[in-house]
């Protein structure tokens, strides 16, 4: 294919079939992409802008520009093209999520450190929903801060309080608590750091990507979305892997006197269930019809375009 015309911002592999959304979430997710200096993230920016005014220099290869928007995507945000904080970036998600999970798995048994742990990962889960958030909607400072204690608090209160309602539980039992504690503070710390996008609404395009107007019934969706779409992720380490951790201690297999669970395998099991089962079943672009829009935008849409444009696209986030 000829570069001049490359479409650089067209999915490199058929984001229609499971194999074609894998490959992209693998491109994306990369956690070599994290390591590298922002100069040559800097360097990708400059080549994917040049390709989209159409001045690619000469010697560039297809590749080349692949792996430069491999980087642009993994570094840079969608709506505004900066630089994303290194801890929020999706490429920072494998090392950063599993290590903080396999904690919360291992130290579940004291209440001190049920509340580290909890409040470690709600920090961490904060940063990467506002670094990932629409960032057509700005937050204040305020609302990140209430946003922040309110997920944690919920975290800190559902795992504090189930911890010691399970003392007699089955000792299984006690392994899920942190998925409840994750589960209920989802529900709350992305709605409450996002809150702005459900109050004012986010933008809205057609499938060219020409702006129709902002929706509130979007943002809703969208951010119900990512909800579900977080705690679906997280089921597969913080369910499935306690019963076979649970299975494995029976027959000793201990890495360490202290560690009582094989870390490396919680971290390689949930690394390919996750992404092998649930990320690619997820995008940061969503639809919705335009006749489940509010009325003022849909009859605002419809009185300019007709029946041409039948669906409303926007970037959920993730």
């Known amino acids: 294919m000829a570069l001049s015309s490359f479409d650089i911002d ?22 070599r992409t994290a390591l590298l200096p922002d100069s040559r993230l800097d360097e990708a920016k400059a080549l ?25 995507d993994s570094a840079f945000h969608p709506d505004t093209g900066d630089r994303m904080n290194l801890i929020g970036r999706m490429s920072f998600q494998v090392p950063g999520g599993m290590a903080i999970t396999g904690f919360m798995l291992q130290f579940y048994r004291t209440v001190p450190a049920v509340v580290f742990w909890q409040w470690v990962n709600q920090s961490f889960n904060a940063l990467v929903n506002y670094t990932n958030r629409n960032a057509a909607s700005p937050i204040t400072p305020k609302q990140i801060g209430v946003a922040y204690i ?17 003392k007699k539980a089955p000792p299984l039992v006690a392994r899920w608590v942190p998925f409840a504690a994750v589960a209920a503070a989802n ?7 996002r809150q702005q996008e459900i109050l004012n609404g986010i933008a809205v395009t057609d499938e060219n990507g020409n702006k129709l107007g902002h ?7 969208g951010i119900t979305q990512v909800v579900i779409s977080r705690i ?3 089921a597969p380490g913080m369910i499935v892997l306690p019963i076979i951790m649970q299975r494995l201690e029976k027959y000793n297999l201990k ?22 089962l649930f990320s690619p079943s997820s995008s940061s672009y969503s639809s919705m019809a335009v ?19 039948q669906r409303v696209y926007f970037n959920k986030g993730l």
């Open 10 to 31: 067209a999915p490199r592999w058929d984001q229609s079939t499971f194999m074609g959304r894998l490959k992209h979430f693998f491109n994306i997710t990369d956690c």
């Open 215 to 221: 929706s509130t019934k979007a943002a809703v969706k």
């Open 255 to 276: 890495l360490s006197a202290q560690a009582n669970t094989p870390g490396l395998l919680v971290c390689a099991v949930r690394l390919i269930l996750t992404m092998c």
């Open 48 to 72: 994917v802008e040049s390709c989209r005014a159409g001045a690619i220099l000469p010697g560039t290869t297809e590749e080349q520009l692949h792996y430069a928007k491999k980087l642009y």
């Open 232 to 234: 679906t992720m997280a």
């Open 187 to 193: 529900c709350v710390n992305i709605p409450m750091m």
């Open 291 to 309: 006749s489940k829009l509010e009325p003022e935008l849909r009859d605002s849409i419809v009185s300019q375009y007709g029946d041409k444009v």
């Open 150 to 166: 309110t997920a944690t608090s919920t975290a800190l209160a559902t795992a504090v309080g189930l911890n010691l309602y399970t």
